[in-house]
């Protein structure tokens, strides 16, 4: 069974810059999310999918913070413009159904100058 | 805000001893996992426990979910430098369909042959 994929793996931008990452989560899988995880820190909840319908983005900074997942497949994350602060990785993660335990990509380290 | 914090959040041990990492919150959680993260790479799902004073083996490690269902730990035996890395608990709310996870900051790990 192919993983969770992600790319870019690395981004190096400047500040008021934008960027967007991609997610492409195991087949069948039907809940999609997006995690920020600065240095030091457990992962964060930006925003669950399910299928192609936001189940909680509570947590997204939705001044900067946009994601969709047009089809209920692909997912994207962009940020614009991106300030200092948003350096981290960003994760994604899927699962089967709600529940049950995820299974992460390799993550997206930005880097923001 | 469900929170939840880990200790030690830095161990370094001699291979072959014991050693125990604790995650506790003062929030009921309707499940709780345990993650193991590489760098580079995004976390692996080790457990799920559900019920409360429930206890799970995976080989050496030996994980408990407090009976309050608020607590957790993990227990390595006889610890190997293979087992270095990040450990991460991660609790699950529930309702809605929303069960992002809260994660703590995690317990570095270095097991030293």
């Known amino acids: 069974e192919a993983g969770v994929a992600q790319s870019p793996r690395y981004k190096i931008i400047e500040k008021r810059q934008s960027v967007a990452f991609w997610c492409n989560p195991i087949?069948?899988?039907?809940?999609l999310y997006w995690y920020q995880q600065i240095l030091g820190q457990g992962p964060k909840l930006l925003i669950q999918?399910?299928?192609?319908?936001?189940?909680?983005d509570s947590q997204l900074p939705k001044d900067r913070f946009s994601a969709e997942r047009l089809k209920g497949v692909d997912s994207t994350l962009k940020i614009q413009p991106a300030k200092l602060e948003d350096s981290a990785v960003y994760l994604c993660?899927?699962?089967?159904?709600?529940?049950?335990?995820?299974?992460f990509g390799s993550g997206t380290r930005l880097t923001v100058v | 805000t469900q929170l939840l914090e880990q200790s030690p959040q830095f161990l370094s041990i001699q291979e072959g001893e014991n050693l125990t990492v604790y995650c506790n919150s003062s929030?009921?959680?309707?499940?709780l996992q345990w993650y193991r993260q590489e760098p580079g790479e995004g976390p692996v799902l080790l457990v799920t426990?559900?019920?409360?004073?429930e206890v799970k083996k995976l080989k050496r490690l030996t994980f408990q979910f407090g009976d309050a269902r608020k607590d957790s730990s993990l227990h390595i035996t006889a610890a190997q430098p293979g087992d270095t890395g990040l450990y991460l608990c991660?609790?699950?709310?529930?309702?809605?369909?929303?069960?992002?996870?809260?994660f703590g900051k995690g317990t570095h790990l270095i097991i030293q042959p």
């Open positions: 993660a899927s699962s089967q159904r709600t529940g049950i335990g995820y299974t």
């Open positions: 087949s069948g899988h039907a809940t």
């Open positions: 999918f399910q299928n192609n319908g936001v189940v909680d």
């Open positions: 929030s009921v959680f309707s499940s």
């Open positions: 426990v559900v019920t409360g004073g």
């Open positions: 991660a609790g699950a709310r529930s309702g809605g369909g929303a069960d992002g996870l809260t």
